[in-house]
């Protein structure tokens, strides 16, 4: 039986928009996420995926795809659906956290630029333009999915 998980993410994308809210995907980041490694903080990137700040978006049932641009240079992203740990309106907090399961949780890439210095893993995380967002820890008015 094919996973709700999507469909859900395709269904908050959608009100986001609707609302003129900024939807925003928090993902744990492992080997099979393509994501920029500089902006992941503690094993997870919170990506803008909204309309303005995505090209080529696509919400599919196994994965998420589009170009987005991080510290003004472009990058194609893929995140697996399995990796989605919530999706919610950056204005309001107002979303749906999902758990990654054990089965799909693995280690994080690797923590180390190009030249060997460890990346500063902050607590904070980034979103697709590279500016901070507000701390995740206050999702109250999440939902969580098993």
């Known amino acids: 039986m094919q996973s709700t998980k999507p469909y859900l993410i395709r269904a908050i994308h959608e009100w986001c928009v609707d609302e003129g809210f900024t939807p925003y995907l928090s993902v744990a980041v492992d080997q099979s996420s393509r994501v920029p490694l500089e902006f992941v903080r503690d094993g997870e990137i919170v990506l803008n995926v909204g309309l303005d700040a995505t090209h080529q978006l696509h919400l599919g049932n196994d994965e998420i795809t589009f170009q987005a641009r991080f510290g003004g240079k472009a990058f194609p992203v893929k995140v697996p659906i399995a990796r989605v740990q919530a999706i919610y309106a950056r204005e309001n907090g107002q979303g ?15 923590t180390k630029k190009p030249g060997g210095a460890p990346l500063g893993l902050a607590k904070e995380p980034v979103d697709a333009d590279g500016g901070d967002t507000k701390p995740l820890g206050g999702r109250s008015h999440l939902t969580r999915i098993k």
């Open 96 to 110: 749906m956290a999902f758990e990654v399961s054990e089965t799909d949780t693995a280690e994080p890439p690797a």
